[in-house]
């Protein structure tokens, strides 16, 4: 089983390394576009800025491999929303794998507070990705910028307003929270997900 993770220029791409190897498995952290395309599966992490993480993709030509790829595809927070078509964030052209919008959350009480950041509720569960994975199980969550919810979408939450918290469509999943920091939930999560390439 050969997993690779995309590397570039995003932060928090290690502490899903250690997520992996808790499962037993050795992923390839690369931006080589070979090594890539011949994986068993891909993820791709991290935290970051729209605009600056997709200009590195393109000078890259990473933009074009990670569209084609056709094994499975699992993009984390940024990850996720460097899938959608466009961000509020920097006014950013994305990859456009999925049809949507990245928007910029907007408190309307002064409790809400910016980012979204720590536990919370996943509900509206579908796809492989959540097998085992009970309705109302909590994951951790840091964002500014969501997107809103869409015929893709196999998991949902709620802050300040309802939104997706997790995606799919073809060999491409997503997930806005971060399952390396998820305890138990979120191993579990990374773990359907490797299945799915085996």
Known sequence: MKVAIIKYNAGN???????????????????????????????????????????YLRQRKLDVIIRQLRQPVLGICIGMQ???????????????????????????????KIPHMGWNSLSHLKSPLYKGIKEGEFVYFIHSFYVAQNTFSIADCDYIQPFCASMHKDNFYAT???????????????????????
Request: aromatic share 8%; net charge negative.
């Open 13 to 55: 791409i290690y502490s899903v390394v250690n997520a992996l190897r808790r499962l037993g498995i050795e992923p390839l952290v690369t931006d080589q576009p070979e090594e890539i395309c011949s994986a068993d599966c891909v993820l791709f992490p991290g935290q970051g800025e729209a605009a600056f993480t997709m200009q």
């Open 176 to 198: 806005q929270f971060h399952p390396e920091k998820s305890g138990r939930v979120g191993e579990k999560i990374l773990s359907n997900f490797i299945a799915l390439a085996r």
């Open 82 to 112: 460097l899938m959608c078509a466009h961000s509020e964030e920097g006014d950013t052209d994305c990859l456009g794998i999925f049809p949507t919008e990245v928007k910029r959350f907007v408190p309307t009480e002064h409790s809400q």
